[in-house]
């Protein structure tokens, strides 16, 4: 382990922001935009004061938008109801026509409102429910509020009311069956979540957020959303846009957008406490209570607590590690030792004990407290901030990592008045306890993540609406990444792995007229690992026959960063599965750094190798050695001797061979596949640059009367220098068997016994190819990350969503992508399109997704009883993801498939179908809520990747208690 150093986020000047200083810091940021938005003098203006109110309850209704567009044209002017369900619209003289909308309540219009000079007129309005609506308003399509109709990309929104119905381990299983979305489901909580496909296992590539604040933990930046502080209770709603979104959001925004929308508590008062129990030990409980302390000030808290027991899995190199240690407890004593050098003799214990051992249970307990203050009727100030501590198993590219006690905390600070938004925030973790199962070492990272933001908007020209013919929206962003590991995670790396990303971007919407409108927008932005900018466009022309229907043709280019993982990543992956690690070869992940790595040296040959033979007084197996059989045959003659596998006077013989008459080979760690090591050329592993995907699509959302919604789209994308998972980029030494045997017989052995030990010999890896750039006390494979040349692809998805009757609905999605695996060329970075088999593993690039799934929900809701039932279908997949790799249902060379069934060939992901139910029951007049969901309802095992648990049925009962 390297030398531990702790590291805070400063500004320019060195200063910290922790406590006072960070909360300083953000006040500054946010009040500085303030003169933005100072209001300008008004001339012959009167106001329009409407009262909103819940048609149902009689309650006044909040965050309702209220538009006023002038009868004669002219600019609109747009409010938001207080939590007294009142907004006081200032309006120039004149006539006007009132629109009131709210997510999943029917829209209301007020004709012929007329505003006199220094007068206040009233309107007063109730708002009823739209039974079981469809549709809405979004926030996450273009960074503005829209009507889902007008955002030009797919746009699905999971509400309040339908996240309430279904009691949930995590968050993210109400995205089960949203078109577009893949999830690998780990376990009973653990999920990953991509849009699109190109899943991994330990991923961060689709663009989370909550509250307008990144969601995935800093550094890493994976998205664990079962970390995030919100709980169900408290979600407004979750939206999920398909498709490119850099122009507006910046990096790493390919394929996507997901934005959790917690509850105002100028929105929503009272108190909610649930109780929930089911399969797998599961517990869970959550509260979130809200209060007006004024009119205009509100303040809420939000809690949760869940424990249960994960689903088994038997991970074979776990096992292996844990046999080696069990029966040799001195050698893994020993590269423990070697890797933390001042571990103390009971820390070693610990970590050896460990090793291998998959703790299945969970815990997690989180909170949120949230403070919103609206000085006017214009503007709005939020303060937030939570924590989470989880305790469970999360996998990662080198094996399952077990999280103790992890802390992911934020806080945050929000600002609003009319079109400009300003936010700062800081997300921070803490690894505390956690540990990687395989080797049994701690993981420290007590990473930060800073982002500054701006938005500003106007709007000129002719009203159409509720908007002007020209709506320009701007911004810049900033992110601070400080990774913190303390040499653990991040390596020969720790002290050069700070980040910092600048972006700016403008957008404009222009309205030809009624029925088509044009969109354009561009980004730039700056990265401290880029040597040059990097530039997003986007453009789009968007055709509405009607206001609740358009149609849309869209071009969009994002590009995604390499993480801080990427560049970054230096650690002990612990065993090599397979037969290596049971030889003393370790897995090591190591990220292509800002310059990148070589396994060559000057004069175009291999630098060397080290092997896991070479005893300690020679260096151990970190010694460098150079790649001759001379070199290496002594360290092999002492492992058949030290396994007993020939007798001293057999040693004293072989070491007596002119052994430079045998060739070595090379055996490719990814394919199991063996070449000559004579004039053999290793690729470099150079610096990652950015990931580009370029997107045509044409779609259609539409809303017929608030009882039947459609989204769907085609499109055709490219992507260029797509970033691999972690691939192994040095091959294993081996001798030439059929030459030994030769020479064997040579030196006077009987042929068979030649042949025998020959053979055993050719099968035994006497080292791995390896550098001075791989800093390790361990002969290590290497695996990093690569830059893949190009591959397109067409896909489309479809959603439907249908109010059937005022008690029925239903529901149907479905997503297609015309491959779920492509062939690239590593020679030429070219996509190979006709192929009859696939030779070379390092050649495949894994969607790592169902190239379809299909899901259907019906649902029935009347006089407080309600239940649903839902189907999903997924396809068979192949899998190509760092150590978790299943790729048997590919066409693959009798070689390959040979070489693969020799180091334990695992099959693709198989195709399935499962069902869900779900029931739910209000006690009217008692704010007491009962629901049950199962899922997997007929307990059918099936896996969502390859080794992740096989997932079983799952049955929830929650109480709710609403005060």
Not at 9 to 21: D, E, N, Q, V, W
Not at 534 to 551: G, M
Not at 583 to 596: E, F, P, T
């Amino acid at each position: 382990m390297r030398a531990r150093r702790s590291r805070s986020l400063t500004s320019a000047s060195g200063h910290p922001f922790t406590g006072a200083g960070f909360l300083f810091a953000l006040g500054l940021f946010v009040f500085g935009f303030g003169f933005l938005a100072a209001p300008a003098a008004a001339q012959e203006t009167g106001r329009i004061t409407a009262r909103v109110v819940d048609g149902a309850t009689n309650r006044p209704h909040p965050d309702v938008r209220v538009v006023a567009v002038p009868s004669g044209g002219g600019n609109p002017i747009v409010g938001l109801t207080s939590a007294t369900g009142i907004a006081v619209l200032e309006a120039p003289v004149g006539t006007y026509t009132v629109t009131f909308s709210a997510i999943s309540f029917d829209n209301s219009n007020v004709e012929g409102v007329v505003v006199t000079a220094g007068q206040s007129t009233p309107i007063a309005i109730s708002l009823d429910r739209a039974p079981l609506a469809v549709g809405g308003i979004i926030v996450s399509g273009t960074r503005t509020v829209r009507k889902d109709t007008d955002a030009p990309a797919t746009t699905q929104i999971i509400d309040a009311a339908e996240i309430s119905k279904r009691p949930a381990a995590s968050p993210v299983q109400h995205l089960e069956g949203t078109v577009g979305v893949d999830l690998i489901k780990q376990g009973v909580s653990a999920y990953n979540p991509v849009v699109r496909g190109f899943n991994n296992i330990f991923s961060g590539a689709l663009h989370a957020l909550t509250d307008n604040r990144l969601a995935g933990i800093p550094s890493l930046r994976v998205n664990l959303l079962h970390f995030v502080p919100s709980n169900d209770d408290d979600l407004a709603r979750m939206e999920v846009v398909l498709g490119p979104g850099s122009a507006l959001y910046g990096p790493n925004t390919a394929n996507g957008v997901l934005h959790l929308i917690t509850k105002s508590p100028l929105a929503e008062q009272g108190t909610t406490v649930s109780v929930s129990g089911g399969e797998q030990s599961l517990f869970k409980g959550m509260f979130r209570t809200s209060h007006l302390l004024s009119d205009d000030f509100g303040l809420k808290v939000s809690g949760s607590y869940f424990r249960g027991d994960d689903w088994p899995f038997a991970d074979p190199t776990e096992l292996e590690a844990r046999q080696l240690c069990a029966t040799s407890p001195e050698v893994c004593a020993r590269v423990l030792r070697a890797q933390d050098p001042e571990a103390s003799d009971a820390q070693i214990d610990e970590r050896l004990a460990r090793i291998g051992i998959r703790d299945l249970s969970m815990e997690r307990f989180g909170g949120e407290f949230r403070a919103d203050w609206k000085p006017d009727d214009v503007s709005t100030l939020i303060v937030q901030g939570g924590v989470t501590s989880a305790s469970g198993i999360e996998l990662t590219g080198i094996g399952a990592g077990r999280t103790e006690n992890w802390l992911y905390s934020y806080i945050q600070t929000r600002y609003s008045r009319n079109r400009l938004f300003a936010q700062a925030y800081l997300n921070t973790t803490d690894a505390r306890d956690s540990f990687l199962v395989r080797q049994g070492v701690p993981l420290t990272d007590k990473s930060k993540l800073f982002v500054a933001q701006v938005q500003h908007g106007f709007g000129i020209g002719e009203s159409f609406g509720a908007r002007q013919q020209l709506d320009v929206t701007y911004g810049a962003d900033l992110y601070l990444t400080r990774p913190d590991t303390e040499g653990d995670i991040n390596g020969q790396y720790e002290d050069d792995d700070n980040v910092n990303e600048f972006g700016v971007y403008a957008q404009a919407e222009y309205i030809i007229n009624d029925q088509f409108e044009l969109l354009g927008a561009l980004r730039a932005d700056k990265s401290s690992l880029l040597d040059d900018p990097v530039f997003s466009p986007r453009a789009a022309l968007l055709y509405k026959p009607d206001p609740n229907h358009t149609w849309r043709a869209t071009y969009n280019r994002a590009f995604s960063m390499p993480t801080t993982l990427n560049y970054f990543l230096d650690i002990n992956g612990g065993l090599a599965s397979g037969g290596a690690g049971q030889l003393g070869y370790y897995l090591r992940a190591q990220g292509s750094g800002k310059d990148g790595f070589s396994f060559m040296n000057d004069q175009g040959g291999i630098a060397g190798v080290r092997s896991s033979f070479t005893p300690e007084a020679l260096g151990g197996p970190g010694q460098l050695l150079p790649l001759s059989a001379e070199a290496l045959w002594p360290l092999m003659v002492g492992f058949l001797l030290q396994t007993q596998q020939i007798s001293p006077q057999q040693a004293a013989l072989l070491g007596q061979l002119p052994i430079g008459l045998v060739g070595l080979n090379l055996l490719d760690a990814n394919t199991g596949l063996i070449s000559p090591a004579a004039g053999a050329v290793i690729p470099d592993t150079p610096p990652l640059r950015e990931s580009t995907t370029n997107t045509f699509e044409i779609g259609y959302q539409g809303n017929f009367q608030g009882r039947l919604a459609i989204a769907a789209d085609v499109y055709y994308t490219k992507r260029e220098n797509f970033t691999s998972p972690l691939l192994a980029r040095n091959p294993l030494v081996l001798f030439d068997g059929q030459q030994l045997g030769a020479l064997l017989v040579q030196a006077g052995l009987p042929a068979q016994d030649a042949a025998a030990l020959a053979t055993a010999v050719g099968g035994v890896p006497v080292g791995v190819v390896s550098s001075e750039d791989v800093i390790s006390p361990t002969a290590d494979i290497v695996a990093s990350y690569i830059n893949f040349g190009e591959l397109d692809y067409f896909g489309a998805d479809l959603a439907v969503q249908a109010r059937l009757t005022d008690h029925w609905t239903f529901g149907t999605s479905m997503s297609w992508i015309q491959d779920d695996f492509f062939l690239v060329d590593s020679d030429t970075d070219t996509e190979v399109e006709d192929f009859t088999e696939i030779e070379d593993l390092n050649d495949v690039v894994g969607l790592n997704a169902p190239d379809f799934k299909w899901s259907v929900d019906v649902g029935y809701t009347n006089a407080g009883f309600s239940a649903s039932a839902r189907g999903r279908y997924s396809s068979e997949f192949s899998v190509n993801s760092a150590d978790f790799v299943g790729v048997g249902c590919l066409p693959l060379s009798n070689e390959l498939r040979g070489a693969l069934e020799a180091s334990g060939l695992r099959n693709c992901v198989e195709a399935y179908t499962v069902f869900d139910l779900g029931f739910g029951y209000e006690i009217a007049g008692t704010g007491t809520e009962i629901l049950l969901d199962v899922t997997n309802v007929f307990d059918v095992g099936y896996e969502t990747f390859v080794g992740v648990p096989e997932i079983g049925r799952l049955a929830i009962l929650q109480v709710r208690k609403t005060f």
